[in-house]
């Protein structure tokens, strides 16, 4: 049972395993028997689970390793009589296991918590969600040995739970125990410390896996293991989702959500609803919450955006590649269209890319009541500047000039001064016209001429 509003655990399974008896760890291809002389480098570090008794002729020992013994296994010398199928007497050597590293996703499996091995369905996950995310519990098999490199561009690595050799540690402390212990360094080795928190998911609407960072030790792996290069996919212009080192074929549809939003749920309405109809059954479908880097004019990182991303592919081939997945992803912004905001979706929107035509972006929905009173404001904003200059242009409004200091201009030549009247100017500060100097006539030498001046108070100098 789920608890309201969480997110599903996710139970991730190691693959290889060091034993004994598995035909794959020698070099031969098969286990060794009575004759042959059994061979393990001495500077390699084993831990070697051996589940029956064995007996050999001869044997070799690393010089740093263990055996887990399980109930009534051991090792016994040859005594030379005849062992049917085991004629050769060849030399069979262990192979090296130090190249398993964590971070590949070809050495995990999807696993219910009872260890069995889930059926491939119609929930896939992109790359980097393949190996074992920071709320993830990972699963070392029963009596099984192994040895992992855990070498990792974080220091830290986070994990919900570890189980090994049956026992699950799921709190920080019997994690700590276990390390203290004689087969942790046997088992773990690189740079990257695992670390067990005990807690899930907290968020409803998801958390991000946690491994970007290591994306391309995950890609680098992928592709080592697929002969280092991507499959070329039909369409001609592929998608690439995030987390997913290939292009595909096929629809992404990005959710922007509030705080309503449920991850689990939607995925289960996704299920039930539209990827389970008939005509979708050649439809895989990613659902996960991811990390869009945020960039300043395209190229100085600035931040991080949490989006919920879809990623729907399908097998159909040639010209009709990615186009199942492309009629679903048009289900689901028609569904999003009538009941995102309820979901708690705010916008959404989605990329397609088929076998007869190029990505392109099919359709972007905003549903949120705020984010379409941001756009009716910004619209009302440039409506009101408009008309106020189609009154200016009109010359019904007037607005003030306005100087801008421009230093960089050249300054003009200077305007010569216009020429001095001969009649001189008015003042308005004076208000007493100068006695007439008509030809002919004389001016009296003691006529005295007076004015009053406004800035100037006569009873002031009175002592």
């Not at 200059?389 to 009109?394: A, E, G, H, P, S």
Request: proline letters at 8%.
């Amino acid at each position: 049972l789920l608890l309201p509003g969480a997110v599903a655990a996710v139970y991730k399974q190691w693959i290889p395993n060091n034993n004994f008896e598995t035909a794959s760890n020698w070099d031969k291809g098969r286990v060794p028997c009575a004759s042959d002389v059994v061979h393990f480098e001495k500077d390699k570090v084993v831990s070697v689970f051996v589940k029956s008794p064995h007996a050999l002729t001869d044997m070799y020992l690393p010089l740093n390793g263990e055996f887990v013994l399980a109930a009534g296994a051991g090792f016994t010398a040859f005594d030379g009589s005849w062992d049917p199928g085991c004629d050769s007497g060849e030399t069979v050597r262990f192979a090296d296991v130090e190249q398993h590293a964590w971070f590949d996703p070809t050495l995990w499996q999807d696993v219910f918590p009872s260890g069995e091995l889930k059926p491939s369905g119609r929930i896939f996950s992109v790359d980097e969600e393949r190996v074992p995310c920071r709320y993830d519990d990972v699963i070392f098999q029963a009596e099984t040995s192994f040895r992992v490199n855990t070498d990792s561009s974080q220091q830290v690595i986070h994990l919900r739970s570890i189980s090994v050799m049956g026992q699950e540690l799921s709190t920080p402390a019997s994690w700590a125990g276990y390390l203290q212990g004689p087969s942790a360094p046997l088992q773990f080795h690189g740079n990257g410390t695992l670390q067990v928190t005990g807690t899930g998911c907290p968020d409803k609407s998801g958390c991000a896996c946690g491994n970007a960072p290591d994306g391309p030790r995950i890609c680098t792996a992928l592709l080592r293991a697929s002969g280092s290069q991507c499959p070329e996919p039909v369409c001609q212009s592929p998608l690439q989702p995030l987390g997913h080192c290939c292009g595909v074929c096929g629809a992404t549809i990005n959710l922007d959500f509030t705080p309503d939003f449920d991850l689990q749920k939607y995925q289960d309405r996704l299920v039930q609803e539209l990827l389970s109809q008939p005509k979708y059954a050649g439809v895989q479908m990613a659902i996960s919450k991811v990390h869009k880097a945020q960039t300043f004019l395209g190229i100085v990182p600035r931040s991080s955006t949490p989006l919920i991303q879809i990623v729907l592919i399908d097998d159909r081939a040639g010209v009709q590649a990615g186009t199942a997945a492309e009629q679903l992803a048009a289900d689901i912004m028609e569904d999003m269209a009538q009941h995102g905001e309820a979901l708690g979706v705010s916008s959404v929107k989605m990329e397609v890319a088929t076998g007869s035509t190029f990505s392109r972006q099919m359709g972007s929905h905003t549903l949120s009541r705020t984010t379409a009173g941001t756009v009716m404001g910004i619209l009302f904003g440039l409506l009101f500047l408009g008309g106020i200059l189609f009154l200016y242009r009109k010359g019904k409004l007037r607005l003030p000039a306005l100087r801008v200091s421009q230093p960089w201009v050249r300054m003009e030549d200077p305007v010569s001064p216009a020429p001095v009247s001969d009649k001189g100017f008015d003042n308005p500060m004076f208000s007493v016209e100068p006695p007439s100097t008509d030809p002919g006539e004389e001016t009296p030498k003691d006529l005295q001429v007076f004015y009053l001046n406004p800035l100037y108070d006569a009873s002031e100098t009175e002592t």
